[in-house]
């Protein structure tokens, strides 16, 4: 049997839908759906503004189709719901008053909300389509003064901070999915760590997509005081549809002076079959800020699922002594295709950024790793080291490696590696001959590959990654 | 704008109509002409909202009113008169040479060449054996995406030349294409459109030294298009030394066609102009084939330098190697795109590629793009760039045996140069390079006691 048939297909277990009413506002996108979402929400008038700003801005904007190394239909941004939100009792003070099936829906995900069986030590923020359902330990949190809620929440309890941080890091007007996303988004998570105080806990957000016709537009604020620390998990999966789904969501990073953000991201949406029919467009802005001086923010992801992945976690090294990482798995099998990289973009001094991607190619998939270094004028000292090593699975894959190096300060030092192998018969032959099956070895060579990522993700994600990636392969070594 | 393009459109169209006139011309030239001329005014000149032109920006050419050589005018220069500093001795009677981008047969030498073809342009059309392969040539247009230069280039060339090295035969005499830029009197800037086609039949071997020189500082522009088809087998040098005035603009695109087993070895050197950019493509549509394709840009002062390369394997065994290195002084800006692309079924590809830069000023800039598309997979690739300065322990290393600072520096930065210089196999281009680069360091490398 060839190693691609080996990995084979195993379903995607986290394909089916959970039988919910919910409450949907109708197709399409006008600035009266602006206004729909905001009144939904209840959103103070500053808020408000902000959203028809950007949506006025969207309308200037042109899709960024050219470019990214990507191919996939047009899409119809009015064929689409904006809003989807599942039906509730109008206020939820404790998890008892969330729907059982909401609860349930999540527990089989394998993310238990109800307090005694929560994951020690792992807050977790839930949310489902449009709207965050449940926040557990912020009781908790609250007594060391760590704010984690849901942004809606946020916008309502602490508008002053929301209002000081939103957009800083990425403005309306920044790219197309930007300013739709901030036109238009529902909800998603906010986390602020006061000065001087380190989280005693993982933060963590689950995003589910439920509903087969709506876009998922979530929105992620992250504030780092002086001194603070936060270590912050993302996963998210959907059902399988036929139809391609959009998830367009924006997350903002600020560091202050000596604040350390991790980002920690496990990216598991509904990938398509094996044809390439449905699955996720996720088209996501990150981005982080190390405003501060001596600050640090670290990119983690592991991306397995999605059709279509284009994604540039970024760093803006702004305060001197700054650092920025990332650190970076995608693998794509079948039809799926991924443009991923990331920004570092020096401007202060001593400022430093490490990058290694790993791309893993199998099947018919297209991987791409993009990458822009800019050192400023100013950013005298600046470092980066720069390393993507890419492995093709079968014949009919595409590794393809964009670096764009710009730099404009001569006492800076930039490198860039990359390489591209493949699982070598000498390897596997080694393995096998220990007794160690193929399906096994291959796993294992795979794991050895994106070992310096998973390294980087807390514990239980890196558990989590490393199981995802053999399951994610099944059948694709040949 | 309007009076702009309009002038841009009148100096450049009426060019072409005096082209038009030449008699002898097969009609799928003029048709040829005519169709990259239109086109070219379809899509003008390259702006840096396109990808390839990202970081280089021509509008000065645009701007400035360039009057096209078409047709050969007198010249100062004779063959014992302005032209001997820019001969190699390897090359006293092997020159071929181009005044504002037209073949001028009266100042070349071929004495120390037998067997091998070397004809105008013109008069190998003559020739319906040479007229198939130039045709292909000149029709060339990769999937539609010649760039406005190189429209324009095919639009309005004059006078080129084709070489053909026969089936078996292996020239120890290196051939040199010299390229002169004379002023022309009376007239607004001039604009050269050289145009060379070179193809080495099987198993033939050649050294081609391809060289960009002016009589007289000024402003000018040079677009040229040199073609290379290897045929199975052939093995190729080409060394393109661009050292062109202070003041010009040098656009030039390299095509290298590989056969079977063929291999070609490129360096380019890239020291003057004020604009230069260079397009070498390789293709390896062939089993066997291999390339190594190097070079090294020094500029200062306000230049801008800008590479593109492609390196295109698309049969399997294909070997290709590339080091690129610059050096970068002043508020100079150097571009360096280089991919390599590795087709479906290209297996058993190994391909190399490095590009290295030193920022020598504050105020210099760099942008790099290693690029990496590969589509198969049991092949070899890596590619690495790195931007730094010079190392401090090999400063600090030498000024500990009492060479000062200043000294040290030129040194190090002697040596680094010299990693592309000491591959170069012409003894009189390497002493040439190493001279200039010694004096754009403004240093003897004299130690002093």
């Known amino acids: 049997m060839s190693t691609a048939e080996i990995l084979g297909n195993r379903e995607y277990k986290y394909g089916w839908v959970t039988d919910i009413e919910s409450e949907t506002i109708p197709r399409g996108l006008s600035e009266d759906t602006v206004r729909l979402i905001s009144a939904k929400k209840d959103e103070p008038e500053w808020m408000l503004e902000f959203r028809l700003k950007a949506y006025r801005n969207w309308l200037t904007m042109k899709e960024p189709r050219k470019w990214p190394n990507i191919e996939y239909p047009e899409v119809d941004f009015q064929d689409m719901i904006y809003y989807s939100a599942p039906k509730q009792k109008a206020t939820k003070a404790s998890l008892d008053e969330v729907d059982p099936e909401l609860l349930r829906t999540f527990e089989k995900l394998g993310i238990p909300l109800s307090e005694q069986k929560q994951l020690a030590g792992v807050a977790v923020d839930a949310v489902f389509d449009s709207v965050s359902v449940a926040t557990t330990y912020k009781e908790k949190l609250r007594k060391v003064g760590v704010i984690f809620c849901s942004f809606s929440e946020a916008v309502r309890e602490h508008p002053e901070i929301v209002r000081k941080y939103l957009g800083s890091v990425v403005p309306t007007n920044d790219n197309f999915y930007a300013a739709l996303n901030s036109a238009v988004f529902s909800d998603g998570s906010f986390c602020f760590i006061p000065k001087g105080v380190r989280c005693p806990m993982e933060l963590s957000t689950y995003f589910r997509i439920n509903n087969s016709e709506s876009g998922q537009f979530e929105r992620t604020l992250i504030v780092a005081e002086e001194s603070a620390y936060v270590s912050y998990l993302e996963g998210c999966t959907a059902p399988k549809f036929d139809r391609n789904q959009l998830h367009a969501a924006v997350v903002e990073l600020v560091a202050l002076d000596d604040a350390e953000i991790k980002y920690s991201t496990v990216q598991n949406w509904y990938a398509g079959d094996e044809d390439g029919k449905g699955g996720i467009y996720n088209f996501v802005t990150k981005r982080g800020k190390c405003a501060g001086r001596n600050s640090k923010i670290s990119w983690t992801q592991v991306e397995t699922g999605s059709a279509i992945t284009w994604k540039y976690p970024s760093c803006i090294l702004l305060g001197d002594n700054s650092i920025g990482e990332f650190y970076s798995v995608a693998l794509t099998n079948h039809a799926q295709e991924a443009d991923t990289g990331t920004k570092m973009i020096h401007l202060g001094k001593n400022t430093r950024s490490t990058i290694v991607s790993k791309g893993i190619a199998a099947g018919r998939a297209n991987n791409s790793y993009r990458g822009l270094v800019k050192i400023m004028p100013k950013a005298e000292n600046a470092r980066n080291y720069t390393q993507c090593d890419s492995m093709l699975i079968g014949s009919n894959c595409s590794a393809n490696t964009f670096p764009y190096i710009e730099v404009m300060n001569n006492t800076s030092r930039v490198e860039h590696e990359a390489s591209t192998s493949k699982i070598s018969e000498e390897q596997l032959f080694y393995l096998m001959q220990r007794g160690i099956s193929q399906e096994d070895a291959v796993s294992l060579i795979i794991n050895g590959f994106c070992k310096d990522v998973f390294l980087q993700l807390p514990m239980e994600f890196a558990v989590e990654a490393t199981r995802l990636l053999g399951l994610k392969l099944e059948g694709a070594v040949g | ?449």
Request: net charge negative.
């Open chain 2, 1 to 449: 704008m309007v009076t702009e393009l309009a002038n841009e459109k009148s100096a450049y169209s009426s060019a072409l109509r005096d082209l038009m006139k030449v008699s002898g011309e097969p009609s799928w030239l003029r048709e040829l002409r005519g169709s990259s001329f239109d086109q070219f005014e379809r899509v003008g000149f390259p702006g840096v909202e396109q990808e390839e032109w990202k970081y280089t920006n021509v509008a000065l050419i645009k701007r400035t009113n360039f009057t096209p050589v078409v047709n050969s005018n007198g010249t100062a220069l004779s063959k014992r008169n302005g032209l001997a500093p820019f001969i190699y001795d390897e090359t006293r009677d092997s020159t071929f040479v181009f005044v504002n981008g037209i073949f001028r047969d009266d100042l070349s030498s071929c004495n120390g060449l037998s067997g091998v073809v070397a004809l105008d342009l013109n008069d190998a059309l003559q020739i319906s054996e040479y007229e198939r392969v130039i045709r292909a040539s000149l029709e060339r247009n990769a999937d539609g995406d010649n760039n406005g230069f190189e429209l324009l280039n095919t639009a309005l060339f004059a006078g080129g030349l084709f070489v053909k090295i026969p089936r078996g035969v292996n020239l120890s005499t290196p051939i040199q294409l010299q390229f002169v830029s004379e002023p022309v009197k009376g007239e607004s800037p001039a604009a050269a459109f050289p145009r060379v086609l070179i193809v080495g039949e099987e198993n033939s071997a050649a050294t081609i030294i391809e060289s960009y020189r002016a009589t007289a500082e000024g402003v000018y522009l040079t677009n040229a298009i040199v073609d290379i088809v290897l045929d199975e087998g052939a093995r190729f040098q080409h060394y393109k030394v661009q050292r062109e005035s202070a003041g010009a603009s040098h656009i030039a695109t390299t095509r290298a066609d590989l056969g079977p087993k063929a291999s070609y070895d490129t360096t380019t050197i890239n020291f003057g102009a004020a604009l230069s950019r260079h397009d070498i493509h390789v293709t390896m549509d062939h089993e066997g084939a291999s390339c190594s394709v190097d070079g090294l840009y020094m500029v200062e002062g306000s230049q801008h330098t800008d590479t593109h390369s492609v390196i295109d394997h698309r049969q399997p065994h294909c070997t290709s190697r590339q080091l690129y290195k610059g050096i970068l002084d002043g508020k100079s800006r150097a571009v360096f795109n280089g991919k390599v692309f590795v087709r479906h079924g290209a297996q058993q590809t190994d391909a190399q590629q490095t590009n290295k830069n030193l920022l020598l000023s504050s105020e210099a800039q760099i942008d790099t793009k290693p690029q990496l598309e590969i589509y198969a997979d049991d092949v070899k690739c890596t590619h690495g760039a790195a931007v730094g300065q010079l190392e401090p322990d090999e400063l600090f290393y030498l000024e500990s045996r009492g060479i000062n600072p200043a000294l040290a520096k030129n040194m190090l930065t002697y040596g680094f140069a010299g990693e592309v210089i000491e591959k170069i196999q012409i003894e009189s281009i390497r002493r040439e390079l190493d001279e200039a680069v010694l004096n754009r360091l403004h240093s003897d490398l004299t130690i002093d006691v």
